[in-house]
């Protein structure tokens, strides 16, 4: 899009997208969040039934609680043709999946821009379909609405050596392979990612909200937050309208009267494994609330698991933001710490940067390898988190909050003053009993 508005013969202001199969998932894909796009003809692609079957159509994170239909929708009002075809998913466009995204159309007050088109053949960008998308570009784009107009002339085809990027060219020494465009992907994701940590505000602005999304992170109002009374001083926490039900145990102190603070206690195994730890606070007369976090560790061979669903390092940090912002609702609390044991210290340090209204944070870092992405991949995988910045965006979103990262070996680097030594459960109490 940018090199197309430097060209001097390009308008600005009439530029079209349209493509095929995975091409066409480009095309819708473009079009939600390119407002540049102005007319889109995604073809034999947009379906309710099938969403996209090559990897390069189906990114980690992509259709997390969403569908085609639904992205498809956004490029509303502006114009928009689906071609279908009755060989392929495609076939039910005209039924079930044109009329869906018509509706969200009608209510901006555009349906006269939204269109379907459907063809007898199989998955295909024919002379048909291209016809069709040649006649809607000259609607919107010349205002020509006889199609007659836009028909496609004969044409011989190139050889397909000729297409090929480097016939009867040398191909420069300095070409890339596979390998050197991901090299250099992780160089300049590096280079951006250091000038953002030497700038607080860029930092902000770039890997908040590129954490967030690659944590799949939704960051409720407190006052929104879910509880049931389970009894026994159990409970189970929720978001409205999201199905999620998070199981905890409150302890209270003795003494009940005024505000109190409060900790929000993060074992692996779940509250009863920390519920020897929690006593050691109550006893200090702080609230504890300790959680279970999603635990039940799926696992799927599914390459593309992740474009739908979230893996389990997403719904525990998902399940910690939400325990926060639950405590933050009590108004018997007057401030709130947070301890991860174990490796749900790592959990607790990647939610952190959502709840600055922690005091203090206590991580145990599970002697964890930050730079490592075989370690991400075998015990903390969130795809994307590396390129947002992983841990060194979060400490740093942290800020200046008194923080005490222990356990760490010497492979958590990205932590300032973090201790190489697990340090005590008396010892993190003290620590958080200290001004």
Sequence with gaps: MDFLQSLPDVDPNRIGCTGES??????????????????????????????????????????????????????????????????????????????????????????????????????????????????????????????????????????????????????????????????????????????????????????????RHALALEVPNPKDVLCEDCGNGTLAMGRPDRGDRVPGRLWLPKTKSGKHIATLVVHPKGWLAAERFASKLVERGRIVLAIDCFEHRRKSDDPFFTVYNKPDAQLRVQDIVTALAWLRSRKDIAAIDLVGLDEAGLWCLLARPFAPFVRKTVADAAQFNADSDAAYIKSLYVPVLRRAGDFRAALSLIGDAPLLVHNAGGAFKCAPNARKEKAGEDEIVRWLAGN
């Design 22 to 211: 995975g091409g066409g998932t480009q095309t819708f894909m473009l079009t939600a969040v390119e407002d540049r796009i102005r007319v889109a003809v995604p073809a034999v692609m947009v379906s309710a039934v099938m969403q996209g079957g090559c990897i390069c159509e189906n990114g980690p994170n992509l259709r997390q609680d969403t569908f085609n239909i639904e992205i498809s929708a956004r490029a509303a009002p502006r114009p928009q043709l689906l071609i279908a075809a009755t060989g392929d998913w495609t076939r039910y466009a005209l039924t079930g999946d044109f009329p869906a995204i018509r509706l969200i159309y009608r209510l901006l007050g555009a349906e006269d821009k939204i269109e379907a088109v459907r063809f007898d053949a199989p998955h295909n960008y024919n002379k048909d379909s291209r016809e069709a998308a040649y006649a809607f570009f000259g609607k919107w784009f010349l205002g020509d609405r006889d199609a007659s107009h836009f028909k496609e002339a004969p044409f011989t085809a190139e050889p397909k050596e000729n297409l090929l990027v480097w016939h009867g060219i040398e191909k420069p020494s300095n070409a890339l392979d596979t390998n050197g465009v991901m090299c250099m992907w992780i160089e300049r994701s590096e280079k951006q990612l250091a000038a953002a940590l030497a700038d607080p505000i860029q930092l902000r602005a770039l890997y908040e909200p590129a954490l």
